[in-house]
Nanobody
Framework: QVQLVESGGGLVQPGGSLRLSCAAS????????MRWFRQAPGRERELVAG??????????NYADSVKGRFTISRDNAKNTVYLQMNSLRPEDTAVYYC?????????WGKGSLVTVSS
């Protein structure tokens, strides 16, 4: 059974940091590219960050709005992908979703709420 379980969300003040984790099971984690998406109230889901599978030289990509503040990483031994979020802003408030992608196969987690507010 495929599972992606996000954790680490919560309430943080502007300028603060959080680290999201996504634990994967039920598929060959290292063979999948991993991505974080987010969806704010009333807005479409958007790609935040991505990291390639083990099959390729490790590459990462980021939305312009989070470059220099967020870092995506993966630990293939633990089947886990992370999103380190620094210098958080109120506009980062959203539900953050973990996504695994390989060719035509895609899996989603249920999301973790991040609220940035004073």
């Amino acid at each position: 059974q495929v599972q992606l379980v996000e954790s680490g969300g919560g309430l943080v003040q502007p300028g603060g940091s959080l680290r999201l984790s996504c634990a994967a099971s039920g598929f060959t984690f290292s063979a999948f590219a991993m991505r974080w998406f987010r969806q704010a109230p009333g807005r479409e889901r958007e790609l935040v960050a991505g990291i390639s599978s083990l099959s390729y030289i490790s590459t990462t990509n980021y939305a312009d709005s989070v470059k220099g503040r967020f870092t995506i990483s993966r630990d293939n031994a633990k089947n886990t992908v992370y999103l380190q979020m620094n210098s958080l802003r109120p506009e980062d408030t959203a539900v953050y979703y973990c996504n695994a992608n390989r060719l035509a196969t895609e899996y989603w987690g249920k999301g973790s709420l991040v609220t940035v507010s004073s």
